[in-house]
């Protein structure tokens, strides 16, 4: 019978002192089995190259790396990308405020230099890999769930057919533009999909209406953004930026809008971004009270409103996105 042999593991050193590097890498060496491939990054430009060309098991972060960018930096980035390896930080500094920090950007584990040893180093690769893939396990558990709920609420409105999926591929899009870092947390995807569940609250007599509402039927319907938040408040992984999302989506950049009036950077940026996303499906595709209006219609619509209804920076991207998105077409 062939002798089963674990696959190497795949380890990133991001360390920009020769010297540490050299340490850690001979602790590597002395590592039981399944053997390791080792890749050295010595700044923040190099370690990014490294995981956009390549994949890793594990990144372990020189938490003093020299340069613009720290290795605290470098961790944010890559811990960010939730499809990414885990990380783990490495100082000479024996600093609980450091250990803290670590921990609050979901580092897998802090390591003091001077205090490390094989067994040591072995345990915490193991640890960080082994809940990096139960991490990852349990994201995609949650986004087939959220997607599941999706789809089943969108059944009460056949004309607009697959809206949640598609304003939640296009806002990710935009918001990837926008703001990487926010495009990165896993949570914007399920509050751009979830975004309308308050209107589970909202008699279909009225959500599928195909005359103008009264004001009454449209007090009904505003409710469903606090309605909506009350709703994602109670699911612990919805509770952030999702409910957030789903409050304030129909909130304008004037201060005019609902539920709470805000103005400006006062919204969400996650809120902000969808609420162009939203209204551009809303006006391409159609509604119980429309049929579907041309591209080129809905980005008039957007720009003019830009600095009223919409942030004018996020228009700006949209716009920008849309252009790119038909060029490569």
Not at 82 to 95: A, C, F, N, Q, S
Not at 187 to 193: A, D, K, N, R, S
Not at 218 to 225: C, E, W
Request: glycine residues 6%; proline residues 5%.
């Amino acid at each position: 019978m062939a002798e089963l042999v674990a696959a190497a593991r795949r380890i990133l050193l991001v360390e920009d002192d020769e010297e540490d590097y050299e340490f850690t890498r001979d602790l590597l060496g002395e590592l039981p089995a399944p053997k390791h491939q080792l890749a050295w990054a010595s700044d923040y430009a190099s370690a990014i190259d490294a995981t956009r060309n390549d994949r890793f098991d594990v990144c372990l972060v020189d938490y003093r790396l020299g340069g613009p960018e720290s290795g605290l930096d470098l961790a944010k980035t890559l811990i960010g990308d939730r499809e990414t390896m885990p990380v783990i930080l490495l100082t000479g500094l024996d600093d609980r405020q450091i250990d803290e920090k670590a921990a609050s950007i979901g580092a897998a584990d802090y390591l003091v230099k001077g205090e490390i040893s094989a067994a040591i180093l072995d345990r915490a690769i193991r640890y960080a890999i082994k809940n990096h893939a139960a991490l990852q396990a349990l994201q995609e558990s949650y986004r087939i769930t959220v997607r599941a709920l999706a789809a089943a609420l969108e059944l009460r409105d056949d004309d607009t057919g697959a809206h949640a999926s598609r304003v939640s591929e296009l806002a990710l899009r935009l918001a990837g533009r926008v703001a990487p870092e926010l495009a990165a947390d896993p949570e914007l995807e399920y509050g751009f999909l979830l975004h309308d569940i308050g209107k589970i609250g909202v008699p279909d007599s009225i959500l599928l209406k195909p005359d103008r509402l009264d004001p009454a039927e449209r007090g009904l319907v505003q409710r469903h953004v606090t309605l909506g938040r009350q709703i994602l408040t109670d699911i612990p992984y919805l509770r952030g930026r999702a409910a957030e999302i789903a409050s304030a989506h129909h909130e304008r950049w004037d201060g005019t809008g609902y539920p709470n009036q805000l103005r400006g950077t006062e919204i969400p940026l996650a809120a902000r971004i969808f609420a162009v996303v939203d209204t551009f499906d809303a006006i391409t595709n159609n509604r119980p009270y429309r049929p579907a209006q041309s591209v080129e219609h809905a980005i008039a619509e957007i720009r003019a409103c830009a600095g009223s209804q919409f942030d004018p920076e996020i228009v700006d991207a949209f716009v920008s996105l849309l252009s790119a998105n038909r060029a490569a077409a």
